[in-house]
């Protein structure tokens, strides 16, 4: 049978002939086909370059991130609304490309012999709808003060907590305060003695408890390592400097910097074990990058990138993870009115944040060669 079109059809669709017709559809299915090819050939791991300390994807280009926090600290530790994709389309259109990513350990952990899969199953969901509308995601081991055991954010599992031996009776929470602080308050349990040494046990290998966080990175590596858009993993939400009481030198932040490296080296390691190229997000104290260089050392503490000794091309996939507040912003709730003597002074300090900047600009180049 033979199949014949008539002229009207040749002119809309092109024959085998060199008409612009044609000559355009081709085109157009060249062009298709190179941006199909460009676009898959841009979903392996961003990078960081040497020379500039910009991220780049894998084809050399630089990514520039906008993104948003998306922790949820309570049950059902994420956020519903991100399984619907679409919630991700109307991100990207506002020009969202990156979340940071709460992954709660509580509800990945809730016995210290259980994973709760279902939990992993959602975190997954999330990861791949945003991957549909090319968005990046960071995965936040997130916590604000541990536990609510030492009048804080739940964070980590209470069988974790159990393994923390507590100091004696006279310095345990709330001492040195003389109350409880209330819900809204709760940063305050960071001056507590009981806090600073639940940190510094930690920070210290204690009984082993970096075993636990061990098992943790490697859960969340082996599910998500090798998804495109995992951008990152941050180590740990805003650490504490650590039991200040027993070494007031750990105030100052380049002496509590060198507290955390160690441990973040650890927590490096296991993560390069089953992934080698994710970005390693990690973070000074918060006030860190306030402070100049002192004694030749970075304000944020730490003389080199995490990881660092074992893998040489670790520069290439670490991130300062710096968190800049106006601490005055702190004191009054969302909720709430800010009086404009309040506003003012935050925006003078929001003025001297090239000189915050500087102290990050500072740190790059010290830890690039």
């Known amino acids: 049978m033979r199949l014949i079109r008539s002229s009207k059809q040749l002119e809309r669709f092109g024959d085998s002939k060199n008409t612009p017709v044609n000559t355009l559809l081709r085109l157009s299915w060249i062009m298709i086909l190179l941006l199909k090819v460009f676009y898959s050939e841009a979903r392996g791991k ?8 910009y991220f780049v994807d894998s ?33 990207r259109d506002w020009g969202i490309n990156v979340i940071r ?15 709760n899969l279902e939990y992993i199953d959602i975190i997954e969901k999330i990861i791949d709808n945003a991957g549909l509308y090319g968005v990046y995601i960071i995965i936040d081991l997130h916590q604000d003060g541990l536990s609510k055991r030492l009048g804080a954010i739940d964070a980590v599992p209470d069988w974790f907590m159990d393994k923390i031996k507590r100091p004696p009776y006279l310095f345990q929470y709330p001492w040195p305060l003389t109350k409880y602080p209330n819900e809204s308050a709760w940063f305050l349990t960071y001056a507590t003695y009981e806090s600073a040494h639940a940190f510094e046990s930690i920070y210290k290998n204690v009984s082993g408890l ?25 180590l740990i939400n805003e650490p504490p400097p650590g039991n200040f009481y027993l070494n007031p030198f750990l105030l100052l932040p380049n002496i509590a910097g060198q507290n955390l490296l160690l441990f973040y080296d650890y927590l490096v390691n296991v993560i390069r074990q089953t992934d080698k190229d994710t970005l390693i997000f990690y973070e000074s104290v918060t006030y860190g990058i306030y402070f100049p260089f002192v004694n030749g050392i970075p304000g944020t503490g730490m003389q080199r990138v995490p990881g660092l000794l074992q893998d040489e091309m670790a520069r290439k996939k670490s991130v300062l993870s710096y968190h800049y507040y106006c601490w005055l912003l702190q004191s009054t709730p969302a909720t709430e009115h800010m009086p404009s003597w309040k506003r003012h002074l935050c925006d003078q300090v929001r003025v001297s944040i090239p000189g915050l900047l500087f102290v990050v600009y500072v740190h790059f180049k010290y830890l690039m060669p």
């Open 46 to 53: 961003v990078t960081i370059d040497d020379d500039t300390g």
């Open 101 to 115: 990513l709460g992954f709660s350990w509580i509800a990945l952990k809730p016995h210290e012999n259980e994973t």
């Open 210 to 234: 970096w075993n636990y966080f061990a098992e943790y990175w490697r859960i969340t590596t082996d599910r998500f390592g090798k998804k495109y858009n995992v951008l990152g993993y941050e």
């Open 59 to 91: 084809n050399g280009f630089i990514k520039l991130f906008h993104g948003i926090n998306c922790v949820h600290k309570v049950t059902p530790f994420y956020i519903p609304k991100l399984l619907d994709p679409h919630t991700f389309k109307v991100l």
